[in-house]
Structure formats: C-alpha cells, structure tokens
Nanobody, 120 residues
Framework: QVQLVESGGGLVQPGGSLSLSCVAS????????MAWYRQAPGKERELVAS???????DYAESVKGRFTISRLNGANSVYLQMNSLKPEDTAVYYC??????????????WGQGTQVTASS
C-alpha cells in the first residue's frame, strides 16, 4: 500500500516563505512523476508544479518565479519552496505521485493535504 505524507504548511504573512515536503512510502516500483496541487475554498483543485522522472519541471503561470519544486535523485520525496507568498496562494496543498507499483500496474496517489495560509 502506498502512502504520501505531507508536512510544512502553516500561516505566513504575505511576502513570506514556506517549504512543503512530501514523502512516499510503500511498495513503489517506479515513480513516473511527482507534483503539488492546491485547492482553495470554492475552487477546483489545480496543478501547482510537477517534476518528472527525468527532472523536468512544470509550473502554473501564477507561481512561476516564486515557487520551486525539487526531488532528490532516486528519492521517494518531493519538496515545494514557496517564496513571495500572496493571499491568493492560500489553499490546501496536496502531494501527488504517479507511479508503477508493479511493472505493469500504475496509479495516482494523493497525500492528505496541508493548509497554507498567506494572510496579515
């Protein structure tokens, strides 16, 4: 069974920084990609940033230049450094992993979510 555990959310003033971490455990054969999504009240869940197995990254336009996603080679973990936070970044942030659990079976796995609030 695959589990993702996030940590690092909290309250920060606008302009401040936070760092999120996500560690995956369980029977993982091969990770395809890891990502961070967020969902604000009354809004749909949206992709914030992703990193694939080759290290390629992608970001939502709204966070480019402010957020950085990273993953250590071979590690079942992903990080999100968030700088210059804005009130509109306030949301529950979810870690996502697309991975093969056998050579032929893959799935999307989610963490429980961590609250990020940028407010004065």
């Amino acid at each position: 069974q695959v589990q993702l555990v996030e940590s690092g959310g909290g309250l920060v003033q606008p302009g401040g920084s936070l760092s999120l971490s996500c560690v995956a455990s369980g029977s993982i054969f091969r990770i395809v990609a890891m990502a961070w999504y967020r969902q604000a009240p009354g809004k749909e869940r949206e992709l914030v940033a992703s990193v694939n197995a080759g290290g390629g990254t992608d970001y939502a336009e709204s966070v480019k230049g402010r957020f950085t996603i990273s993953r250590l080679n071979g590690a079942n973990s992903v990080y999100l450094q968030m700088n210059s936070l804005k009130p509109e970044d306030t949301a529950v942030y979810y870690c996502n992993m697309r991975a093969y659990v056998t050579p032929f079976q893959w799935g999307d796995y989610w963490g429980q979510g961590t609250q990020v609030t940028a407010s004065s």
